[in-house]
Structures are given as structure tokens and as C-alpha cells.
């Protein structure tokens, strides 16, 4: 018990949230995560900060799929 309540009190830190955000942790830490989430404004914070950076790199990902290539020089 002791080290479900020490899981949540654990921040997460920029690769978990950034794995977080890109869909790409097992299910057991999503839940762990997520639960710490409930009680953490600031792991709240920074998980918008991430959905936010993915997002954008997806975007950014896709215009550069839809763009027309050049040849250089």
C-alpha cells in the first residue's frame, strides 16, 4: 500500500509526459499516472505543455508529408 501511495505522490517527469501524450505507456502507468494526475496540478500543467508540443510536431509532421518537394540546387 505503501508504494501505490508513494506512486502518486511522484511527479512525472518531461519523458513520461511527453510518452504520456504520445499515447505510448503501458496501461498499468497510464493508470498510475492518471491517478496522480487527479491530485497534481502541476504534472496537470505540464501534461497540457506536452499535449500541446505533440500536437504541434504532429502538424508540423503532416504539412511536411503534404508538401511538394524541391530539388535543391
Known sequence: MLEMAEELDRHFDDDESE??????????????LEEHLLVCE???VKVTDSDTYVAAMRRAAAHLKRA?????G
Open 19 to 32: 510518452l504520456y501524450s504520445m499515447g505510448r505507456l503501458s496501461a498499468e502507468k497510464v493508470e498510475r
Open 42 to 44: 502541476a504534472c496537470r
Open 68 to 72: 511538394p518537394k524541391t530539388q535543391a
